[in-house]
C-alpha cells in the first residue's frame, strides 16, 4: 500500500515555474514507477510524464517536452515535476501516481489527492 501527498501547486503567471513534489508514505516507493498526469476541467486526465523505479528512465508528453522535468529521490520517499515556461493550458489538478512504467492511467494503482495548478496569462 502506498499514500501519496502532492504538494506545490498554486497560481503563476505565463512564463513561470512551479515545483510540485509528492511524497509517498510506505516502503515500497522505490520499488514503483512514478507518474504525473493532469486533468483540466471539462477534459479527460491525460498523462504528463513519468519516472521508471530508479529514475533512470523518463518520458514527457509532446506537450510538456522541454518544459517539465521528472524525478525522484528514493532516499526521500518523493517524486518532482519541475514545470517552467508555464502557459494558460497548464491549468490543471495535477495527480502523481504509482504503478507500472505506462502512460495510460490504467497502469497506475496508487493516487494522490491532487494539487491545483493555475497559470494566468
Known amino acids: 500500500q502506498v499514500q501519496l501527498v502532492e504538494s506545490g501547486g498554486g497560481l503563476v503567471q505565463a512564463g513561470g515555474s512551479l515545483r510540485l513534489s509528492c511524497a509517498a508514505s510506505?516502503?515500497?516507493?522505490?520499488?514503483?514507477?512514478m507518474g504525473w498526469f493532469r486533468q483540466a476541467p471539462g477534459k479527460e486526465r491525460e498523462f504528463v510524464a513519468k519516472i521508471s523505479s530508479s529514475g533512470y528512465r523518463t518520458n514527457y508528453a509532446d506537450s510538456v517536452k522541454d518544459r517539465f522535468t521528472i524525478s525522484r529521490d528514493n532516499a526521500k520517499n518523493t517524486v518532482y515535476l519541475q514545470m517552467n515556461s508555464l502557459k494558460p493550458e497548464d491549468t490543471a489538478v495535477y495527480y502523481c501516481?504509482?504503478?507500472?512504467?505506462?502512460?495510460?492511467?490504467?497502469?497506475?494503482?496508487?493516487w494522490g489527492q491532487g494539487t491545483q495548478v493555475t497559470v494566468s496569462s
Open positions: 510506505g516502503r515500497t516507493f522505490s520499488s514503483y514507477a
Open positions: 501516481a504509482a504503478g507500472s512504467f505506462g502512460a495510460s492511467a490504467d497502469d497506475y494503482d496508487y
